[in-house]
């Protein structure tokens, strides 16, 4: 694929732009619900709890375990970030702020890692960070969308242990690895095939630096032991109606979810939508078809000789193999195609989309009319929809549906509004999702 691109200034410039905009320009327009509100009354709960372990006295508690979801369990990782953040500040607009920042960077940190790895343009990075998906979900305080920085961290640390075979990278991909098993159900498909891989194919590597990961897996089983044998602590659909769908076994051909920004919420709640917006929105689903020609190449690479594949041929069979898993795990759960649902795998369609884009470049009639004008249209339809969609939520304080919902500043500015009230008054307060500004 090239020589191995070197740092440039243009792309981590577009990368630190991009994690700076979307993460601090409007942080009290980030979406906040049920869970989120759970989740930060869980870790304040959980730091007034003192513990004592070993004779050693400690202020607060380590939660044991995370909410329950529509699809089981979730793990308590978030929990624990929300109480560090609850040390520094009680304010939820100052914490979606250093978490969007934190989140956004490490999720920019990881596609020019992966970038780097498979020796593509540093271009690739940015032009993935664009995603309105990646907005909405890496500002909210929720536990499911942690999985988006830790799997690219994940799979860029093991992309760079492939082709290095230095310790740390592989180090870091394990405690990834293990911290998205504290986060939600849907890491499994990554997990299992990273391991797995690991373990068949890097047996060599894994026996060398067998005591740093034991002591990641003692950590590990600590914690998850922990949250395995505790009840979940707050119930996040005990209000909502039970939530049943069809089998998520064809789930995959729809995983580049967050190369688009076909956001449906927005018609939903404003009704017509620009023109210029509509086609936009429909010029973004053309990572759709590229992630399929990207599994097609990978499937080819299975018929070669194991011993005559690169690291980068390991790598996008790796993204198939999460596909496949995924595939299974959704039918098996019943999980529809929501974006939600691929937060901890979403990085492995980025590889496929990569892979094929990479492989058009080289093969395609006239690249820059065939390939470069088409990613240059994209480029354009997913910077006005970002844009269009940040604009339109702050305007209007959020929309009308339980896919985002009032905005938190809103809700922050109703709560003291409310306050006002005394307990004992004759008005009866109600609301519901929808806008309460104005």
Not at 67 to 85: D, H, K, N, T
Not at 145 to 169: K, N, Q
Not at 249 to 273: E, I, K, M, Q, V
Request: glycine letters at 6%; charged letters at 10%; proline letters at 7%.
């Amino acid at each position: 694929m090239g020589a191995k691109p070197s740092i440039r200034a243009g792309p981590v410039l577009a990368l630190l732009a991009i994690v700076l905009i979307t993460g601090l320009l409007f942080p009290g327009d980030a979406m906040f619900m049920s869970d989120e509100a759970l989740l930060l009354e869980h870790a304040l709960i959980a730091n007034h709890q003192p513990l004592n372990v070993f004779g050693i006295s400690l202020p607060f508690t380590p939660a044991r375990a995370g909410l329950q979801g529509f699809r089981g369990y979730e793990g308590p990782f978030a929990v624990w970030v929300y109480q560090i953040f609850l040390l520094m500040t009680h304010n939820p607009i100052v914490m979606v702020a250093v978490r969007a920042v934190l989140v956004s960077a490490s999720t920019a940190l990881g596609l020019a890692w992966l970038a780097r790895s498979m020796r593509l343009s540093p271009w690739y990075a940015p032009l993935s960070m664009l995603s309105p998906w990646l907005w909405v979900y890496n500002r909210a305080l929720w536990d499911n969308s942690f999985g988006i920085p830790l799997a690219a961290i994940a799979v860029a640390a093991y992309a760079d242990f492939l082709i290095t075979r230095r310790r740390w990278p592989l180090v870091l991909a394990a405690v990834s690895l293990a911290a998205m098993s504290l986060v939600h159900l849907m890491s499994a498909p990554l997990i299992a095939a990273l391991g797995l891989h690991a373990l068949l194919f890097e047996r060599r590597s894994v026996a060398r630096f067998r005591w740093g990961l034991l002591l990641i897996g003692i950590l590990w089983f600590c914690a998850f032991s922990r949250y395995f044998q505790t009840p979940p602590i707050g119930n996040s659909v005990e209000n909502l109606p039970n939530v049943t769908t069809e089998p998520g076994w064809w789930n995959p051909l729809l995983g580049g979810h967050h190369l688009t920004a076909a956001f449906d919420w927005l018609p939903s709640t404003y009704g017509h939508l620009p023109l210029i917006l509509v086609v936009c929105q429909a010029i973004t689903l053309l990572p759709h078809p590229v992630v399929w020609m990207g599994m097609g190449l990978a499937a080819l690479r299975v018929r070669r000789p194991w011993r005559s594949l690169t690291p980068v041929d390991h790598l996008v069979l790796l993204a198939l193999a999460v596909a496949a898993l995924q595939s299974v795990l959704d039918g098996m759960v019943r999980v529809g195609p929501e974006p939600l649902y691929f937060n901890a795998t979403w990085i492995v369609y980025v590889i496929l989309a990569w892979y094929a884009v990479d492989a058009l470049c080289r093969w395609a009639w006239k690249p820059a009319i065939t390939v470069h004008l088409p990613v240059a249209a994209y480029v354009a339809a997913m910077t006005v929809v970002l844009g269009y969609s940040i604009l339109l939520i702050h305007h209007n304080g959020g929309t009308r549906s339980i896919d985002y919902g009032t905005v938190l500043e809103d809700q922050m500015r109703a709560a003291r509004r409310i306050q006002q009230f005394s307990p004992k008054s004759p008005i009866d307060i109600t609301y519901s999702q929808s806008l309460l500004s104005g």
